[in-house]
């Protein structure tokens, strides 16, 4: 998403202090405008190759925002400050403007959209002509060590993925335990049920924070058919949570509910009705046939 947001920035004219050369509007040799909201003369200032971390705010001409990375978890965004014999037309304004700020400067993008198709536009912007783009440089690292930060980042995620595999065959084996004694009975004074319908056991409770619409969360899962307790998708075996933002859609509704009644760190069965599952149609592939109640085992690995 965040690649696709560089291409449409923007920014909005704001009094800047310090250095009277970063004062009002400035322009690039692109074309590209952008103003100081804050400067810090002292901080470090990107030579070519190196890398960028920088958190950002996507605004609407209202200066409503649409989008902030401090917000959305995972990774702060980076990205390598480019030459200027390397810059071209199709650079686009992030890429353009990021490299001339220092640590800890500020600045809004600005970019006219009013000719971009609706199509290209952020959800919600269709109608708008101009993108604001609210930018700051948290830190700048030699092309080294961003190469070094990387590798640790894959082996620490290598780790983490082989450590959830090692537990698969110990998730299935109770999962199973768990439908067996769903399909006689003997759970069903333990279920709980939200307000559409989906039931659900917490089977160990977490300490962490509560998942709620707008919270970016991680699941692991299992999940298996409630009619005979196949299992048409896992995430343990792949070492890899799914992430998504709750609430919005993203995955079917009764992941939405289910997991909205859950806490960082819980591990508990869901049992979702067809209709909030995959309802008369079932799954193309035909994994989930029509009409099927599905069992999700499910464990809250991440709430941000």
Request: glycine letters at 10%; one cysteine or more; charged letters at 25%.
């Given at each position: 998403m ?5 291409l ?19 322009t ?9 909201v804050?400067t810090?003369?002292d901080?470090?200032l990107?030579?070519?190759?190196d890398y960028?971390?920088?958190?950002a705010q ?5 200066d409503?925002v649409?989008?902030?990375?401090r917000?959305?978890?995972g990774?702060?965004?980076v ?11 199709n ?20 970019t ?5 198709p ?19 440089v948290?830190e ?14 894959r082996?620490?995620q ?9 537990r698969?065959?110990e998730v ?5 335990q768990?439908?067996d004694?769903y399909k ?22 977490g300490?962490g ?8 969360v991680v ?11 196949e ?14 933002p709750l ?9 939405d509910?289910?997991?909205?009644a ?14 909030l ?10 994994s989930?046939?029509?009409n ?9 690995e991440?709430?941000?």
């Amino acid at each position: 998403m965040l690649q696709r947001l560089f291409l449409l920035l923007a920014g909005l004219s704001l009094v800047a202090c310090g250095d009277d050369s970063k004062s009002g509007l400035q322009t690039t040799d692109l074309g590209n405008r952008y103003t100081y909201v804050n400067t810090n003369d002292d901080g470090q200032l990107a030579n070519s190759g190196d890398y960028i971390y920088f958190h950002a705010q996507l605004k609407n001409e209202g200066d409503s925002v649409v989008y902030d990375t401090r917000d959305a978890g995972g990774d702060t965004p980076v990205i390598q400050a480019l030459s200027d014999t390397i810059v071209n037309e199709n650079t686009g304004p992030v890429e353009d403007i990021v490299r001339k700020l220092r640590v800890g400067e500020r600045a809004v993008i600005r970019t006219n959209i009013s000719e971009y198709p609706p199509q290209a536009k952020p959800p919600g912007m269709q109608n708008d002509t101009v993108l604001l783009y609210d930018v700051e440089v948290t830190e700048i690292v030699p092309q080294e060590e961003y190469s070094a930060r990387q590798e640790a980042l894959r082996a620490e995620q290598e780790a983490k993925a082989n450590k959830i595999r090692g537990r698969e065959e110990e998730v299935l084996e109770f999962t199973q335990q768990v439908y067996d004694d769903y399909k006689a009975g003997s759970l069903d004074d333990e279920l709980q049920s939200t307000d559409n319908g989906v039931r659900y056991i917490i089977h160990e409770e977490g300490t962490g924070p509560e998942a709620q619409p707008g919270s970016s969360v991680v699941v692991q899962y299992v999940g298996r058919l409630s009619e005979n307790g196949e299992i048409f998708d896992q995430s343990f075996e792949r070492g890899m949570g799914i992430p998504f933002p709750l609430g919005a859609g993203r995955v079917i509704p009764g992941w939405d509910e289910g997991i909205d009644a859950l806490q960082q760190g819980d591990r508990a069965t869901l049992i979702i009705p067809s209709e909030l599952g995959y309802g008369a149609q079932g799954t193309p592939n035909g994994s989930i046939p029509p009409n099927s109640e599905l069992i999700f085992y499910v464990e809250l690995e991440e709430v941000k």
